[in-house]
C-alpha cells in the first residue's frame, strides 16, 4: 500500500524507535492487534502508549506542515 499511497502524495509516519514500548508491543509501522483466536486478549498498556506515540507524531508533523 505504501507506493500508491505516495503516488498521491501521502505522507508515511511511523513510530519512532525512540519509543521504548517498541520493543513489547507494535512495529515502527505502527500499532498492531492479533484478531481471529487471541482476539480475546485485553489490550495492554503498552498497545495504547504505542498508539499514542503514533498520534501524538502525526499530530506533531501534520502541525509542521500546516505552520509553513
Not at 502524495?9 to 525512540?18: A, D, E, F, Q, T
Not at 492487534?33 to 501524538?56: C, H, P, T, W
Request: positive net charge; hydrophobic residues 40%.
Amino acid at each position: 500500500m505504501m507506493f500508491p499511497m505516495l503516488h498521491h502524495g501521502m505522507i508515511i509516519v511511523g513510530v519512532p524507535y525512540s519509543v521504548p514500548e517498541l520493543t513489547e508491543s507494535g512495529s515502527p509501522y505502527g500499532p498492531s492487534r492479533i484478531v481471529g483466536r487471541l482476539s480475546n486478549k485485553q489490550i495492554e498498556e503498552s498497545d495504547i502508549k504505542v498508539a499514542r506515540a503514533l498520534g501524538k507524531r502525526v499530530v506533531e508533523i501534520a502541525a509542521k506542515l500546516f505552520s509553513t
